[in-house]
């Protein structure tokens, strides 16, 4: 951490670029270095403490849930790719091909996974006989290659770190069923760990998973008013197990097709906590997952007695937070700028006027809202300042949702609004890609999801005024 | 586990076939499937869980030492991969070469990383200024790709699992502690949670890793007598620093190279655990790894209150250890061959006989040992029970690794004993690497290490009869 001090420059305002504003936090929060692959990056300390942090959330959740992990190879033949067609439509385009094998050109090329649905099917093919294997709920952690042009960290990079979880049936019901149920365990990540809001929806016919069925996703919105996509789920009833013979033998005696799914999340999830709720001093991190909770700075910390102390109480508050001290020699000043940009949620300061008082002062990341606790307090208040900072990062960025959120009835409503307010806007929808197309091509929006359990609000589509099927969110999107 | 039936055929014997015995087990046990991605395999949940148990206690101890995780690219640019000399020789002829992205050929190729000293001494070029940089101790959790012709589960896959610790220090004194440190890490591991004692030691120049100054090993004996390289750490002096101009101003003003080293432990642990536990039932696993450490199996569970009985004692022990109940309908003497096969360390077996008076029955995984255990004492005599066993399976391996070691000072007694005792041979050596080629040639055996802390036991080389500088276990290997 000896070279910190290059880290508390400023970084550019989000209002003035907020790219740039995305950029520098990513740089000098520690979170990415650049190498010589192109379109890849480092993912360094800090950040890969956070992604482990939302590791553990997520593999807690699948296994109270049954699920087990396994590992795929990373390569797919490209005959096995090939195998279900819509599948391999959406993604042969953008994948990696390996040619040789050391200095031997390979009988087949090899495309490096961009997603697992092939080597799953294959493998449940070969295990899956009878209404007794199932279900089948398995996960893996791995990164995996999609060749993306335009790269930034985080939110579109050639290889990514992500978990995969896919799964088979007996029946289509129960892949509904978990299709809808692990969204929930995505939106409940989003909303209940990393402070986030999502709404919760399907994605349109042009928008969803090449060889999905249907496509359930979880949106947030970001600071700057686009979309980001959380996490998504799909079911795939029965089209995988055809094109693989994935069949089984049912109580009836009949040879049956499974039903599947599969869900991913990955790590554009750092992404998305540095865009909801990230501020022009740096990264303000969700308790959940933040690698330090508390950071304990020593205030004139070379008077008699100040360092002990502040090394007791960080000892003391170890025993329920992620604590860690700063002794170095820099001044207060700087490590409250350095603590401040790597999103820190509460800062300690104790002094010696402070160590008189038995007091300390403790410091909120997102408003710097001062408390001075007694030191016999530290147990109760910082769990109730942590507490209170998380549910005030949730409903700020609730607010802001809310706020920038428009619904329209007309297209030059939609067309004025998604030129001047950036942000979601509902409007209803005639169910045609037409439509879809139309809006992209006008007002350069997406279709972001069809939510769950939202009413419609008219019965017109808001681009060709046909009947409306559909109430959806629109955006710009990452 | 419903086609579970299959599972518990018979496997072929150990001393029969040991080859065949290994693949019977790999695959009845349900660790690996095979995929049409030859060379590669599936990793199945049971073996996958084992490798999560493996990953805890590593991750733990590195984390403790101060070691940070972190996430490198799994490409390695041509330009890159050339710029450390030895080390690209050793390497390039088995890597795989990613040659398109998407349908445009790559203007550099790009080889998938069969280790990663190449990025991490980029990086730490990047980001290493300042002697307050250093130490910076990083590890990844990756899988690596070698095209390796002949492949067998665990033990030589084209892809593996591993993880891989790359550090920079100020002095070359602080690199090797490092190397030494992470060594015993690996030791530990060993010899601690997998009860399988190592031989620790230095490899000879002929077989250390490319690029490094030096490598040391833990070496396990198998079953069958032949050597599994446990782990290696390497130091490798400034070697890459040169290369890669990871250079530091030190407190003198100066600008210096750092000292480097790596170390890795890969999925071969797997295929240790198998063959050197392992019998003709199946898999044996010590406790700190088992994904199930005890299974409850009801007997005559249609009785009244014996199913009850036997879900209340699993939901009891379940406090202190990994227990699960099989109350499926296969009947007791299929379900002790199924968990045998799995190799859960006990077995806990209650009927209503046992209700009666009590008790339960608790058989060790290892010699089928019975105890009768009074119900009351089973938060007492479980962890009892399990730590015999666990010391038990060391003092076996030991025993058959003391009992499988010749010490030989002719070359004649060499051949002989290369012939026709499996196991390991120590003999002097003159430290010249066409006697190494000449044992291969004439006995078949490799140099395993230069073991720590044993006294050279004669002063003339078993080959050629000049003066012997080292000691050196020798064997064939995995």
């Known amino acids: 951490m000896a070279n910190e001090k290059k880290l508390v420059e400023q970084i550019t305002s989000m209002d003035e670029d907020f790219a740039q504003w995305y950029t520098d936090i990513v740089k000098k929060a520690d979170l990415v270095d650049y190498s010589s692959v192109k379109g890849c990056m480092i993912i360094r300390p800090y950040a890969y403490a956070i992604w482990e942090r939302i590791q553990g959330i997520l593999d807690k ?118 299709t809808v149920q692990m969204l ?131 000892e003391r508050i170890r025993t329920f937070v992620r604590a860690r001290i700063d002794d170095s020699d820099n001044t207060p000043g700087w490590k409250f700028s350095q603590y401040e940009m790597k999103g820190v949620p509460l800062r300690l300061e104790i002094g010696p006027k402070d160590i008189e008082n038995g007091q300390c002062v403790i410091v909120r990341r997102d408003n710097r809202e001062k408390s001075f606790v007694p030191l016999e307090s530290l147990e109760t208040e910082i769990p109730r300042i942590l507490d209170a900072y998380a549910a005030a990062l949730y409903e700020n960025a609730l607010k802001r949702r809310e706020t920038m959120t428009y619904t329209v009835s007309t297209l030059d409503e939609l067309i004025d609004t998604a030129k001047n307010k950036p942000g979601f806007i509902r409007a209803m929808w005639c169910g045609d890609q037409a439509c879809e197309d139309r809006l992209k091509e006008v007002a350069e929006v997406t279709s972001r999801c069809m939510p769950f359990g939202e009413e419609p609000f008219g019965d017109t589509c808001v681009c060709c005024g046909k009947p409306a099927r559909k109430l959806v969110y629109w955006g710009k999107a990452y």
């Not at 067609?85 to 040619?99: L, R």
């Not at 799909?234 to 994935?246: E, K, L, M, P, T």
Request: with cysteine; net charge negative.
């Open 184 to 314: 929930e365990v995505y939106a409940n990540l989003y909303e209940k760990d990393l402070c986030i809001p999502v709404i919760r929806g399907q994605k349109t016919e042009k928008e969803k998973f090449a060889g999905a069925k249907a496509t359930y996703t979880v949106e947030a919105m970001m600071h700057d008013g686009k979309a980001l996509q959380g996490a998504t789920s799909h079911n795939f009833g029965d089209g995988f197990a055809q094109a693989f013979g994935i069949r089984y033998l049912d109580r009836d005696n009949q040879l049956k097709y499974v039903s599947q799914t599969s869900w991913g999340l990955t790590t554009r999830t750092i992404g998305a906590l540095i865009m909801a709720h990230g501020d022009n001093s740096g990264l303000v991190l969700p308790p959940s997952v933040a690698p330090i909770q508390v950071v304990v700075i020593p205030v004139q910390m070379h008077k008699e007695g100040v360092l002990e102390k502040a090394r007791e109480i960080t």
């Open 61 to 178: 959740h699948f296994k109270d849930l049954g699920h087990e992990n396994v590992y795929m190879p990373m390569f797919i033949p490209e005959a096995l790719l090939n195998k279900e067609k819509e599948h391999v439509e959406g993604f042969a385009p953008e994948v990696a091909w390996v040619t040789y094998g050391g200095s031997e050109p390979l009988a087949e090329r090899l495309c490096v996974r961009p997603t697992s649905e092939t080597l799953f099917s294959e493998h449940y093919a070969n295990i899956v006989q009878s209404w007794r294997d199932l279900p089948k709920l398995y996960n893996q952690w791995c990164s995996v290659v999609r060749w993306e042009k335009n790269t930034r960290p985080f939110l579109r990079t050639r290889e990514f770190l992500w978990q995969e979880g896919h799964t088979v049936h007996a029946t289509a019901e129960e892949a509904e069923a978990e």
